[in-house]
């Protein structure tokens, strides 16, 4: 009965609005009708005739724009609150969390299912008490933080009793198993729901970098929830080959490792259109060399063909873009296609990229960076030292919203060292392109006459005006080390001054030292409360590493 009632009464109450405003623009005719004499309408305007008028459309437009933006927040919460409505929520740092969630979300719509999606930092405590189910996107960086957007949500409900015991979820947990604490953000929401007594529609399902496998997993369960029982399976990532059109060292002598600028243009095809801040993923290969020798010890020919999903594909082209089995993980009866059996794709590289289309190439800057024993590093040894010249290089281009520019008006504070310049460069330049002077820039390396990168262009553009302030920080260049937060530190009254003019902070470069240095000298300048301010309302960006 209480839900039939419920139901009758949110018809009801359109026809009811309806209603008092007819009766209100009524009253408001009949006032202004009360005004005029009996040639009102050929007498000359009065001013209060005219001021009446005008305020009478105003309380109008008034009334209409909180009548129908309170009908639209009803539904949405309505909406949501529905038992068979699935809300999909994602947490993402750099753009690959929402685009999971985009196409989870976008697999259910399509199967006639209801679902809602919706960033974590919009995700309060009153829709979480009326939300049936949610599935969680959720991504981790670097040693097991959140992402920036997510801290408010954090702070404002996780950190506060609330009681889930109505809730059924899952989350989709993002990492990197190179960092210590894997996907602990997913495990932090997974733990907190479990506490306050969310039940686990299906448990917790890991993805290291972009795993295909884990991925799937997720499809085949979200299938399952929704009863979908056609919808084909999600495509992998796929990737398009582009031609290397240029590699060149840009600091030799440097006392850090090599820096190469490496242009990139798709084969026979003009540019796509990427904004600044975006991100360049690219599928690395093994050098050539490495697969002849693991060929050469197990007496094959890279030359056969093996069946790869339906495909034939040369033995030696699957290995270079997969793991190479141990001798351990080989059976020992080995044949071209049980190993081709036994293989997994590497893992991607994401690089800035340090160019915009007019550019006329996709630029990155990538430092040279070695294993251990010596040997290079699987994409940076790509990129820097195996692909060949005019080569086919697998590249896919990623948007990343969380780090695209502010608007041109605001006032920009740009914060990096090292690589980190490339994704600076390109937002400087978009900047640059929409007339915006308000740019402040501090970097940070090794030796200026070696690691300044684009210092031409740089100077250039504060000579021009377009660059208010530069500020430099070269470690090796005194016996006194200096680094990226000390020019900060000691601008300390006009980084505050830049952010009470409403100045966005973008931080690009080294996830360890750099950023946690530019981020204690924040605390130390601003207030803990006034950067987390920023970072809620996103203001403070960070793309590290």
């Given at each position: 009965?209480t839900?039939?009632?419920?139901r009758?009464?949110h018809?009801v ?13 009524a009253?408001?005719?009949?006032f202004?009708?009360s005004l005029?004499g009996?040639?009102?309408w050929t007498?000359?305007?009065s001013a209060?005739?005219?001021g ?5 459309i105003?309380f109008y437009?008034?009334f209409?724009?909180w009548?129908?933006e309170?009908?639209?927040?009803s539904?949405t919460?309505?909406?949501i609150a ?10 993402s740092q750099?753009?690959?969390a929402r685009?999971?969630?985009?196409r ?11 679902a ?12 979480i ?17 959140s992402?920036?957007?997510?801290l408010?949500?954090i702070?404002d409900t996780?950190a506060k009793?609330v009681?889930?015991?109505?809730l059924h979820?899952?989350?989709l947990a993002?990492?990197?198993?190179e ?10 929401i997974?733990?907190?729901l479990?506490?306050?007594g969310?039940?686990?529609?299906f ?6 970098d ?12 979200v299938n399952?929830l929704a009863e979908?029982?056609?919808q084909?399976?999600?495509l ?6 582009w031609?290397?059109v240029e ?6 002598g ?6 190469f600028?490496?242009?990139l243009?798709p084969g ?9 801040g975006?991100?360049?993923?690219v599928?690395p290969?093994h050098?050539g060399k ?5 060929l ?9 063909l ?9 033995l030696?082209?699957i290995l270079?873009?997969?793991?190479l089995?141990?001798e351990?993980?080989l059976?020992?009866?080995?044949k071209?296609?049980?190993?081709a059996g ?7 590289r994401e ?13 990155l ?5 070695p ?12 990129l820097?030292?195996?692909a ?7 590249v896919?281009?990623?948007s ?5 520019a ?8 740009l914060?990096?060292n090292?690589?980190?310049?490339a994704s ?5 330049k978009a900047?640059i392109?929409?007339?915006?002077r ?7 390396e090794?030796q ?8 031409e ?5 504060q ?7 530069l500020?430099?920080a070269f470690?090796r ?5 200096r680094?990226v937060?000390?020019?900060l530190q000691?601008?300390g ?8 003019q409403?100045?966005?902070l973008?931080?690009?470069g080294s ?19 006034v950067?987390?301010?920023l970072?809620a309302?996103r ?5 590290v590493?």
């Open positions: 009965m839900g039939a009632f419920s009758k009464r018809a109450l359109p026809i009811l609005g309806n209603l008092l405003a007819c009766f209100v623009l009253l408001v005719g009949v202004f009708f005029h009996d040639t009102w007498g000359k305007p209060i005739r005219i009446t008028a005008v305020a009478c105003l437009m008034g209409c724009t009548f129908f309170r009908r639209r927040k539904n919460s309505n909406n529905d038992p068979s409505t699935i809300l999909v929520v994602w947490a750099n753009g690959f685009e999971l969630a985009e989870t979300a976008a697999a259910l719509t399509t199967a006639g299912r209801s809602s999606l919706l960033p974590l930092d919009q995700l309060n405590r009153r829709t008490e009326k939300a049936a189910r949610i599935l969680f996107v959720a991504s981790t960086t670097g040693e097991g933080s992402p920036d957007h997510a408010g949500f702070r996780m009793p009681d889930l015991n109505h979820y899952s989350v993002l990492g990197n198993r960092y210590g604490n894997f996907c602990a953000f997913g495990h932090r997974d733990n907190w479990r506490d306050h969310a039940l686990s529609l448990d917790l399902i890991e993805v290291d972009i795993d295909a496998d884990a991925i799937r997993s997720w499809q085949y369960h399952r979908i029982k056609d084909a399976d999600w992998p990532m796929t990737y398009q080959n031609r290397l590699r060149r060292c840009l600091n030799p440097s006392l850090g490792n090599p820096v600028h490496i242009a243009r026979g095809v003009s540019l796509p259109d990427w904004q600044a975006d991100i360049l993923e599928s290969r050098a490495t697969v002849a020798d693991y050469t010890r197990h007496g094959m020919d890279g030359e056969v093996v069946d790869i999903d339906g495909h034939e594909v040369r030696s082209e270079s873009r997969s793991h089995p141990s351990s993980e059976p020992a009866q080995l071209p296609q049980t190993l036994l293989l997994h794709p590497l893992p991607h690089y800035s990229i340090a160019s915009l289309p007019d550019d006329g190439s996709l630029w800057l990538v430092r040279w960076m294993y251990p024993d010596g040997r290079p590093g699987l994409g940076s040894g790509w820097c030292e195996h060949p010249l005019d080569g086919d290089i697998a896919r281009v990623r990343n919203p969380n780090f695209h502010p608007d041109p008006d605001k006032p920009m504070i914060i990096g090292g690589t980190g310049i600076l460069r390109s937002l400087l900047r392109a929409a007339g915006s308000n740019n402040w820039l501090v970097f940070g090794r200026s006459e070696r690691d300044f990168f684009y210092q262009e740089i100077e250039t553009w000579a021009q005006g377009w660059l208010m302030r500020d430099l470690s260049d005194t016996d006194e080390k680094y937060q000390h020019p000691e601008a009254p006009t980084l505050q001054e830049w952010v009470k409403n100045a966005s973008y931080v690009c996830l360890e030292g750099m950023a946690p240095a530019v981020d204690a000298v924040l605390d130390s300048l601003l207030g803990i409360p950067k987390e301010r970072l309302e203001r403070y960006r960070r793309d590493y």
